[in-house]
């Protein structure tokens, strides 16, 4: 069996066998009897790759064998292999002909932290959100079938994303349509570890074997001739395996369940895979792993090790590591606004969807057990178990990120928005999140937020905002977003009092004296906004409200300065900037203006700072930006003249 490693080597491990295979097919031409050599090779240079980048880590290590296992047994990548989430595929990708990029994980113009098509062949399916899998490869099985060929589809999901509703809905569609595919259920969950062992294995190796599928059928055949007999011998079938394996849901879904078996015997992983392989219809293998794997504290800590940062060299001094100036997370703002609002409002409960450590709710749900909800991957149900709650009384407050909160959006709208239902939605993660890339990303949100009546959509600028526009938000009686970036915010001074401010009012935090640029910031861009003014001795204004827009104040701005500049981390198209033009066209003031915001493409991960000066969101991009725009508008004006 592999080694336990007890850390993370910094000298880049020997690895003969691996070296033999770096593809798919190479894999294909060792002998079983050396597969387990490879795997114990595939963990050391996963555990020393990630070391060197940061990133995913307790996934991946828990799936090496059965990674090793699928290339081996199926043809990839002419089978379709499809990877959910995509925290796992670190080992995948090391097989797949880019162990020498790891290098270059998650950096700018480097590997992706997921799955891309467009970065290899292999990965058949781009992915960042949980519980697409099934979905995609079912698609893939039906293309397929259209298409007469023989390849074969393999979804390949986790416990925890097996409880988004898609899922499901992918499940019963399989079984309705008999598409021929399989799901492989990677479960990590240490409570069901007792249904692991020798018996297990041996009845999954038994039940997964063409000897005992060709006598099912057969005995079918000949029971289905007797009245009741075939109902009867498969009720005690189905009784039988119940008792055995956990399997009678999806066998009631219209599955053939085999497992659960060890997903770190490989052997066992090998023998079963191809017994299942050339099996008709819908198939469903259950796999139990550990999480972690093979690293001591991430086996014993599987959350505090899903994602570590890179390793600093031996002896490297402490400059060497520099740490970003600044306040508190937003997060932890939140957190602690949260907690402090629970205990003045009896009404206020919390809810997420499997974010309580990323979304800082950990010290809530310690404080307000019976007021905390996760709902696991499920934020359609969310936001309707939210707006249930709202209608008889509660104040839920919906911690979620941006970019997955678009997963929730019918339901934003129709069980909550139509409805005027008193929800709040703390929105993390908004904007540009660096390395994790475009899926991740929440560009849109200021987007798809102020085309909805009654919405109260809002952008704070420090930690101090942000704990005084959760509050505005809590106290307002309707649907209410409030929006704020990862990170650290500037070190503001927070006030202690849970005070609400105006609706819909900004503020001037900057008077410029030449009237030539007002910057009308919406969140975190302020303090650039501020630092770009002194060189153009420009007003800015902290807008504050996206909807609804401090109307009053953009007719001030337009009437007293010759170019606004609207500066948001969302997209230019149909975010704030795009309600001031709108105001302006509809009042009809003729007013020179200039957007800046995120571009009409994906940007690619990256270190937030450098993805932002991509974006000319950086205070050196601003200058840049307004500097072209006054040079064109003085153009024009000498030409006029």
Not at 45 to 56: A, E
Not at 174 to 185: C, F, N, P, W, Y
Request: hydrophobic share 40%; aromatic share 6%; charged share 20%.
């Amino acid at each position: 069996m592999p080694t336990t490693f007890h850390e993370i080597p910094r000298e880049r491990p020997a690895t003969p066998l691996l070296d033999r295979a770096s593809t798919p097919v190479e894999l294909r031409r060792l002998g079983e009897a050396e597969l387990l050599t490879l795997a114990d090779e595939l963990r050391q240079y996963l555990l020393y790759s990630v070391g060197q980048t940061g990133g995913h880590f307790g996934a991946g290590l828990g799936v090496i064998e059965l990674t090793v296992a699928l290339h081996y047994v199926f043809d990839t990548p002419d089978d379709r292999l499809v990877w959910d989430v995509g925290h796992q595929a670190y080992p995948h990708k090391i097989l797949t002909g880019r162990r020498e990029r790891m290098g270059s994980l998650r950096q700018k113009d480097g590997l992706a932290a997921f799955p891309r098509r467009s970065e290899s062949e292999y990965d058949t399916f781009g992915v960042g959100h949980s519980s697409t899998s099934i979905s995609a490869a079912l698609g893939m099985a039906i293309a397929a079938r259209m298409q007469g060929s023989n390849r074969k589809s393999v979804a390949v999901i986790g416990d925890g994303a097996l409880t988004a509703g898609m899922a499901f809905e992918a499940l019963n569609h399989a079984s309705e349509v008999k598409a021929d595919m399989l799901v492989i259920l990677n479960d990590n969950d240490m409570s069901i570890s007792n249904n692991v062992g020798g018996l297990s294995n041996y009845l999954a190796k038994i039940l997964s074997s063409r000897t005992y599928s060709s006598m099912r059928e057969g005995s079918k055949k000949v029971l289905s001739r007797l009245p009741g007999a075939w109902e009867i011998a498969r009720r005690t079938e189905e009784y039988a395996k119940g008792m055995l394996v956990p399997g009678t849901l999806f066998e009631e879904l219209g599955w053939n369940y085999i497992g659960p078996i060890d997903g770190h015997d490989l052997p066992t992983l090998i023998a079963t895979l191809r017994n299942m392989r050339d099996l008709k219809g819908p198939q469903f293998l259950h796999v139990v792993t550990k999480k972690g794997k093979g690293f001591g504290p991430a086996e014993i800590d599987p959350i505090g090790y899903h994602a570590i940062t890179k390793l600093e060299p031996e002896g490297a001094p402490a400059h060497a590591v520099p740490k970003k100036a600044g306040g508190p997370k937003y997060s932890s703002v939140f957190g602690q606004w949260l907690c402090d609002m629970a205990a003045q409002d009896p009404r206020l409960v919390g809810i997420t969807p499997a974010m309580k450590e990323g979304s800082d709710l950990v010290a809530f749900a310690d404080r307000f057990p019976d007021r905390y909800f996760d709902v696991a991957i499920a934020e359609q149900h969310a936001v309707t178990l939210a707006a249930g709650m709202a209608c008889d009384g509660a104040k839920p407050v919906v911690a979620i990120y941006s970019t997955f909160l678009q997963r929730g959006y019918d339901q934003l709208i129709h069980d909550v928005a139509v409805q005027n239902l008193d929800v709040l939605f703390a929105i993390d993660r908004a904007g540009l999140v660096g390395e994790d890339g475009p899926t991740h990303a929440g560009s849109f949100d200021l987007s798809y937020l102020r085309c909805i009546p009654g919405m109260l959509v809002m952008t704070p600028s420090d930690e101090n905002e942000l704990r005084k526009l959760l509050t505005t938000g809590h106290h307002f009686e309707g649907p209410a977003a409030v929006r704020y970036p990862r990170g650290t915010g500037p070190n503001a001074t927070i006030e202690a009092e849970l005070a609400p401010v105006e609706i819909g009012k900004g503020v001037v935090r900057r008077e410029g004296k030449a009237g030539k640029v007002a910057f009308l910031v919406f969140g975190v861009q302020l303090a650039e906004a501020l630092k770009v003014a002194e060189q153009f001795d420009a007003t800015v204004a902290d807008m504050r409200f996206v909807k609804p827009l401090d109307e009053e104040l953009v007719r001030q701005l337009a009437a007293s300065h010759e170019l606004l500049v609207t500066v948001e981390e969302n997209s230019v198209m149909g975010g704030a900037g795009a309600a001031v033009s709108e105001f302006l066209a509809r009042e009809n003031l003729q007013q020179p203006i200039l957007h800046l915001g995120l571009p009409d493409y994906y940007v690619e991960h990256a270190k937030p700072a450098q993805m932002l000066a991509e974006c000319g969101l950086d205070a050196d991009g601003i200058q840049r930006a307004v500097e072209q725009r006054l040079n064109l508008l003085n153009l024009s004006a000498s030409q006029q003249r």
